[in-house]
């Protein structure tokens, strides 16, 4: 460019244009987030983990060596007491057997009407959670065969610090990692008197019971045990994070008609693992702003010190 006061003065004009973007449109004003006051039930409880687990788990072995001649459950059929599960052939038998096989058709079945061959007994009534056993295995007086139980639960871990909340016959919602949209209702059937140390944490063992076992049920799956402890119906309430806590009193932020956010007390009750009553200082549908910590803790000290309630976001967006 020929004339340099020309281009000087293009170069400043551009410098000017994008500062004036940058300080006055390109700056985005900042957006607070809120929530209104709404009303429902509300419903706290202590949740903790825990396992299914038979109540009872029952290895049944044989009462001798020998061979398995004809099974007639399946994993999960219910059994009922003195039901025949198997037949089995001890080893004397089953070698005499294979011995008559082998000399005819006839002669096995004369040993097989001479030689009867034994049940394997269901002792209790339940189901079976393992088979371990087919038709033609051989096994030992220390193979468990089948292994049953008289009864699912869920046993669950609870903290020390919460054990004092726990009671025989409370109720209690059970929620399997691996059916995370069903509930299942259950109760607490018995506590631990024992302490266990997991991870340096002092815990009990409590056993909760369904109301009704769900089919979907396996042994061994992780679940969560939420247990019910105080509710309220119809009360009004605010996400917990709304409310931020100073000198022992509670305060949401919110603004009056043209008046700038600022902190305004309200007295709080019962709380969930996400939402909170509200007792008074707040109305059903009253909307509240959720300032970042920053802002709240100037908010906060903006009214212990009785200054002017300036409002940190400029103006307010809707």
Same mark, same amino acid.
């Given at each position: 460019m020929r004339n340099p006061k020309i281009f000087?003065?293009?170069?400043?004009?551009?410098l000017l244009f994008v500062i004036s973007v940058q300080g006055c449109g390109?700056?985005?004003?900042?957006?607070?987030?809120?929530?209104?006051?709404?009303? =429902?039930?509300?419903? %706290?409880?202590?949740? *903790?983990?825990?396992?299914?687990?038979?109540?009872?788990?029952?290895?049944? &072995?044989? @009462?001798?060596?020998?061979?398995?001649?004809?099974?007639?459950?399946e994993e999960g059929a219910q059994v009922r007491k =003195?039901?025949?599960? %198997?037949?089995?052939? *001890?080893?004397?038998?089953?070698?005499?057997?294979?011995?008559?096989?082998? &000399?005819? @058709?006839?002669?096995?079945?004369?040993?097989?009407d001479v030689y009867k061959p034994a049940p394997i007994i269901a002792p209790i009534d339940g189901?079976?959670?393992?088979r371990s056993v087919e038709p033609g295995q051989t096994f030992t007086l220390n193979?468990?065969?089948?292994?049953?139980?008289?009864?699912?639960?869920?046993?669950?871990?609870?903290?020390e610090t919460d054990i004092g909340k726990i009671r025989t016959g409370q109720k209690a919602t059970i929620v399997l990692d691996a059916y995370p949209d069903n509930k299942?209702?259950?109760?607490?059937?018995?506590?631990?008197?024992?302490?266990?140390?997991?991870?340096?944490?002092?815990?009990?063992?409590?056993?909760?019971q369904p109301v009704a076992v769900p089919s979907y049920f396996r042994s061994g799956m992780s679940a969560t045990v939420n247990f019910a402890q105080e509710s309220k119906d119809?009360?009004?309430?605010?996400?917990?994070?709304?409310?931020?806590?100073?000198?022992?009193?509670?305060?949401?932020?919110?603004?009056?008609?043209?008046?700038?956010?600022?902190?305004y007390p309200v007295t709080t009750g019962m709380e969930s693992t996400d939402s909170i009553e509200i007792v008074s200082g707040l109305s059903e549908g009253d909307e509240v702003y959720l300032p970042d910590a920053a802002t709240?803790?100037?908010?906060?000290?903006?009214?212990?010190?009785?200054g002017p309630m300036l409002n940190p976001f400029g103006q307010r967006r809707r």
């Open positions: 000087v003065l293009l170069v400043v004009s551009c390109g700056k985005k004003e900042k957006k607070i987030e809120s929530v209104k006051v709404t009303r =429902g039930n509300l419903a %706290a409880y202590i949740p *903790s983990t825990g396992a299914v687990t038979p109540r009872n788990r029952l290895e049944i &072995k044989p @009462p001798v060596s020998g061979r398995v001649e004809e099974v007639l459950i =003195g039901q025949i599960l %198997a037949w089995m052939s *001890s080893s004397d038998r089953a070698a005499l057997l294979d011995a008559a096989r082998a &000399k005819g @058709p006839e002669e096995l079945k004369r040993w097989e189901f079976i959670i393992l193979d468990a065969v089948f292994v049953m139980a008289d009864r699912l639960i869920v046993k669950a871990q609870v903290d299942t209702d259950a109760a607490v059937e018995s506590i631990e008197y024992e302490s266990q140390v997991i991870n340096n944490v002092t815990i009990y063992q409590v056993y909760v119809n009360v009004l309430m605010l996400p917990i994070k709304a409310i931020k806590k100073s000198n022992g009193q509670s305060f949401v932020f919110k603004d009056g008609k043209e008046k700038p956010i600022a902190a709240a803790s100037a908010l906060l000290s903006r009214r212990r010190g009785g």
